[in-house]
């Protein structure tokens, strides 16, 4: 039997970004499950809304202003987002600095506009099922936003305090990469939550 060259590869860079990372895969396990979440609370509210013949039933739908406004901050924060994403994958420690703070002011903005949405819907949780799936979802999408707020700040502090390494850049690729899903899964919720009552 011949021995087995051996292959140096030292080289090699120990970090990748993409889908040749295995953060990348992870990142878009957790999304794939997270939508399906969303999915099955999308396909609750529509159920429920063939059940019940006046929809809302027995109060008004919600105020339009602050859903317009917080739709508004959280469309715009995917040009920083973009921006802090493509920093990161250039490692260029500067930009993603400024346009990680930048984004994190954006999420943070929506948070403060998401605890006033919870007002707007004009109906408790408790009051009927249109109240339950209205709260549930705005609930979920809270969450995610919650989850990447934190990871987003965390992040930050990181870029600032180190060490900075490439896999650091990687994390923060990522995480605008979950951005990107946190306003996508947005967009339906958005429709159902505040053009459902009058439209459908």
Excluded at 127 to 134: D, E, H, R, V
């Amino acid at each position: 039997m011949r021995p087995v060259a051996a292959v140096d590869v030292s080289r090699l860079p120990d970090h990748a970004f993409g889908h040749r990372s295995i953060l990348w895969w992870g990142t878009l396990g957790f999304i794939a499950t997270e939508g399906m979440a969303f999915a099955i609370a999308i396909a609750a509210y529509l159920y429920l809304r063939t059940r019940i013949p006046e929809w809302p039933p027995g109060v008004p739908p919600p105020d339009l202003a602050i859903g317009i406004a917080n739709m508004a901050i959280l469309i715009l924060s995917a040009v920083p987002n973009y921006l802090t994403k493509r920093a990161s994958e250039k490692e260029d420690l500067r930009q993603v600095r400024i346009w990680i703070l930048v984004t994190l002011a954006f999420a943070i903005a929506f948070l403060v506009l998401r605890w006033f949405e919870f007002a707007s819907l004009n109906v408790r949780w408790d009051l009927n099922a249109y109240g339950s799936i209205q709260w549930t979802l705005l609930g979920l999408h809270t969450v995610h936003l919650l989850t990447d707020v934190g990871d987003t700040a965390v992040l930050a502090v990181l870029m600032f305090t180190g060490p900075i390494t490439g896999r650091r850049f990687v994390d923060v690729s990522e995480n605008s990469f979950y951005w990107y899903f946190v306003i996508a899964s947005w967009l339906p919720i958005y429709a159902l939550i505040y053009w459902g009552p009058r439209v459908l």
